[in-house]
């Protein structure tokens, strides 16, 4: 199949899908062609903040890998 071909066929799919987690990927993955996204998640973005906050607090222990 050709690349026009192969474009139309991704339209097809893309317009009788109803998921719009699925269209958000899509979205996201054609924005950053180069396969490198930068962008997290909002929920992984809160997470991180809420770790950094808890290591800076003194609440959180390290471990080296020789301890496992």
């Not at 979205?27 to 770790?51: A, I, M, N, Y």
Request: proline share 1%.
């Amino acid at each position: 199949m050709d690349l026009q071909a192969e474009k139309i066929e991704l339209v097809k799919l893309l317009l009788e899908t109803q998921k719009e987690s699925l269209i958000e990927k899509i979205k996201v993955l054609l924005k950053d062609e180069d396969g490198t996204s930068s962008q997290l998640p909002q929920s992984h973005k809160k997470e991180l903040d809420r770790r950094l906050s808890r290591i800076d607090n003194g609440e959180t222990k390290f471990y080296t890998w020789e301890v496992y």
